[in-house]
């Protein structure tokens, strides 16, 4: 295994998932109501790892089979992060938002599991960043792919624990809508920043 590989997986893993969106969010609303977040945790980070492993073996058989598709995910990918980027800025600029948790009464666990499936299996954005987007930066690393996809998961598992089990403490902090902001801008600046990567392999 390459630690700088694995380290480079880990890192683009966790730019990715750390941005804004529907999972994150039940996550971070499970966490503060402190309800089911074990199993909610282990379902996103797992579903994660079967996504990553999917991505960067299967991308990898598909360009091997048909070489212009790499590069049209490449650059495709770089668009959509581009525009992600750009969306995240003026969030950044204009948004007033702060985080919301509903005072709602305790869900069962299998309601609550089949919320989580639901915001991972059938969101778009988690298939085009574990699949689309980590499966193109793994091609740039042909024979390390393992590490590459090793590090992402374990960025996964990292994230969604911290987020999880850490979400009580950050209840002040995202309750102001300034915190938010500065989280957006700092996700429209790694997003611009893997897209350029994107651009120039490296």
């Given at each position: 295994?390459?630690?700088?590989?694995?380290?480079?997986?880990?890192?683009?893993?966790?730019?990715?998932?750390?941005?804004?969106?529907?999972?994150?969010?039940?996550?971070?609303?499970?966490?503060?109501?402190?309800?089911?977040?074990?199993?909610?945790?282990?379902?996103?980070?797992?579903?994660?790892?079967?996504?990553?492993?999917?991505?960067?073996?299967?991308?990898?058989?598909?360009?091997?089979?048909?070489?212009?598709?790499?590069?049209?995910?490449?650059?495709?990918?770089?668009?959509?992060?581009?525009?992600?980027?750009?969306?995240?800025?003026?969030?950044?600029?204009?948004?007033?938002?702060?985080?919301?948790?509903?005072?709602?009464?305790?869900?069962?666990?299998?309601?609550?599991?089949?919320?989580?499936?639901?915001?991972?299996?059938?969101?778009?954005?988690?298939?085009?960043?574990?699949?689309?987007?980590?499966?193109?930066?793994?091609?740039?690393?042909?024979?390390?792919?393992?590490?590459?996809?090793?590090?992402?998961?374990?960025?996964?598992?990292v994230f969604f624990f911290a987020l999880g089990f850490g979400a009580r403490h950050l209840a002040p902090l995202f309750s102001r809508p300034v915190a938010w902001r500065i989280l957006e801008g700092i996700i429209a600046a790694v997003m611009w920043l893997i897209a350029l990567r994107l651009l120039t392999g490296?």
């Amino acid at each position: 295994m390459s630690p700088s590989i694995f380290m480079t997986g880990f890192s683009m893993g966790l730019s990715l998932i750390v941005a804004i969106g529907a999972q994150n969010a039940f996550v971070l609303r499970q966490g503060l109501k402190r309800e089911h977040v074990l199993p909610v945790v282990l379902t996103c980070a797992l579903s994660d790892a079967v996504l990553i492993v999917f991505g960067v073996s299967s991308l990898a058989r598909a360009t091997a089979v048909l070489p212009w598709l790499e590069p049209v995910m490449r650059y495709g990918g770089a668009a959509f992060l581009i525009w992600y980027g750009d969306r995240s800025l003026r969030s950044a600029l204009t948004s007033t938002e702060a985080l919301s948790v509903q005072n709602a009464g305790t869900s069962s666990l299998k309601a609550t599991l089949l919320t989580c499936m639901a915001l991972t299996w059938l969101n778009p954005h988690v298939w085009l960043d574990t699949v689309v987007l980590l499966g193109s930066i793994a091609s740039q690393f042909p024979g390390q792919r393992p590490s590459f996809a090793l590090g992402a998961t374990c960025a996964s598992f990292v994230f969604f624990f911290a987020l999880g089990f850490g979400a009580r403490h950050l209840a002040p902090l995202f309750s102001r809508p300034v915190a938010w902001r500065i989280l957006e801008g700092i996700i429209a600046a790694v997003m611009w920043l893997i897209a350029l990567r994107l651009l120039t392999g490296g």
